[in-house]
């Protein structure tokens, strides 16, 4: 029998179903962080709705932990699918590979619990290594910060052992390079220091380069594989832009990290060189895709996997605006000094990490759903017209635009009331709060959060569902045939 007519976990490699279960944790955290930012975004209008059971401050560390979460399991299980396919040899060491993922499942449950139970008290040594941290975006305590740099070593090992058995490839390359940084960037955040400009200055390596550069790199290395899988792009085309990508992050990256450093005591050259290099790393992944596109005029644009192709190209324009051009429209300094704080950062946050991340880990989940059914065809003419990803594709990218417009507009009333007119002061804060523009926008933002909870929702059901009535395999492209296993 062949491995096409196979189904379910019989149909996958061992990576392919170590991959599959850090997908269903990232499905069920990517859940919890939609269920965690309506609750913060309803308090947030109604300060008294849930007062002393689950308060606002634990929502939104719940809400955004999540989602750092989530997209990292996204990541790991997206990477332990492609490289059986890019080495062409089973993973190295899988059963430490299981070992890690059950280790970073248990800590992260844990963690969860504590957020939602214990956040009050003195803060002690204790406390820093068991509660909280007490540092916004890693909160997480010190024992999980250890779990997780030893769960990502671990996650280096079979990368790098799989591809040194097997076959090496540039997207192997880069990506067994960008495992290094994500460990080590991550220890920055790690130690502290009495010195708050100093504390600051290595907590943005671990919120800018752990998030916006190395991030960016895996994601890179993804699209990669994922436009041979889905297009049959030609892997010179693909691996020559993901080159680039690396060289810009070199190049521009570190640099680009100083647009946060404006306001936390550091030197005034900053200013400069943070403004100049902040929005450089998005622009190889759109060009990649854009060439890949291009490219495939000579298989007449036809992709086996529909869906995952539309999610693609849908990281490549969320990326490059959500990353790149908002975040480029307010960290230049001169208008970073009126913009730093407000809603206009909420929504720039909002539209880069669902533009540059969720959308590549969908992509994903759809490459997988397609194996998993067989390889069956994900292409034009499925059974029910492919009604249900359409619609999700649909909910979630205007959902979350919507979020990020109606945050913009919040943003731009408290820019103007709080910072224009009132100087910064706390009684310009409390002003621009009772704005009626700025309560309208928060108030959309809110709506456009239940659009993007149903569209959550549908996404769920169609992964369960898609291809399940379909018979027809799968026409996967020759380029892909040359470089899979």
């Not at 068991?130 to 305590?141: K, L, Q, S, T, V």
């Not at 058995?165 to 880069?174: A, E, L, P, S, Y």
């Not at 940084?181 to 010195?195: C, I, K």
């Amino acid at each position: 029998m062949s491995t096409a007519k196979l189904t379910g976990s019989a149909a996958l490699g061992g990576g392919q179903r170590l991959a599959i279960k850090y997908f269903v944790v990232a499905i069920v955290l990517f859940g919890a962080q939609i269920l965690f930012g309506l609750l913060a975004g309803f308090q947030y209008l109604q300060p008294d709705f849930l007062y002393g059971v689950v308060d606002f401050s634990v929502n939104r560390m719940v809400h955004i932990n999540a989602m750092v979460v989530w997209m990292l399991f996204g990541f790991i299980g997206s990477i332990y699918w492609l490289i059986e396919e890019e080495s062409g040899t089973e993973v190295v060491g899988l059963a430490l590979g299981n070992l890690g993922f059950w280790l970073f499942t248990i800590a992260v449950a844990i963690v969860v619990v504590v957020y939602l139970v214990i956040q009050t008290g003195p803060g002690t040594i204790e406390s820093i290594w068991f509660i909280n941290e007490g540092r916004e975006y890693i909160e997480a305590p010190r024992w999980a910060d250890v779990g997780i740099v030893v769960c990502v070593l671990i996650f280096f090992y079979n990368v790098a052992a799989t591809f040194m058995k097997g076959r090496w490839t540039g997207i192997g390359g880069v990506l067994v390079l960008d495992l290094v940084a994500v460990a080590g960037m991550y220890l920055a955040g790690m130690f502290y220091s009495p010195n708050l400009s100093m504390d600051q200055f290595w907590w943005w390596w671990v919120i800018h380069l752990w998030v916006e550069a190395t991030w960016e790199v895996l994601v890179g290395c993804i699209m990669a594989w994922g436009l041979i899988k889905t297009l049959g792009a030609r892997r010179q085309v693909v691996t020559t832009w993901l080159y680039i990508e690396v060289a810009l992050m070199l190049g521009s990256g570190i640099l680009g990290l100083g647009h946060h450093y404006f306001w936390i005591g550091t030197p005034e050259y900053w200013l400069t060189v943070g403004g100049f290099f902040s929005a450089l790393e998005p622009v190889p992944l759109v060009a990649m895709v854009v060439h890949a596109v291009y490219d495939s005029g000579v298989h007449r644009f036809k992709s086996p996997n529909h869906p995952a192709l539309a999610w693609l190209i849908a990281h490549a324009f969320g990326n490059f605006f959500g990353a790149g051009v908002w975040g480029f429209m307010h960290t230049l300094p001169q208008v970073n000094i009126y913009t730093h704080g407000t809603q206009w950062s909420a929504s720039h946050g909002h539209f880069a990490f669902f533009g540059a991340y969720a959308t590549m880990n969908i992509a994903v989940f759809y490459l997988a759903a397609q194996k998993w059914r067989g390889n069956v065809n994900f292409g034009g003419g499925l059974v029910d017209n492919g009604w249900k990803w359409k619609w999700s594709l649909g909910l979630l990218n205007g959902g979350v635009l919507g979020m990020v417009m109606a945050l913009l507009v919040s943003g731009y009333d408290q820019v103007f009331i709080e910072r224009a007119l009132e100087g910064a002061t706390w009684a310009g804060f409390f002003k621009a709060q009772y704005s009626v523009w700025y309560l309208q926008g928060m108030w959309w933002r809110q709506l456009f959060g239940y659009m993007t909870a149903a569209g959550f929702f549908l996404l769920v059901w169609d992964l369960m569902t898609i291809g399940v009535r379909e018979t027809r395999p799968a026409a996967f492209h020759t380029e892909v045939a040359e470089h899979a296993a």
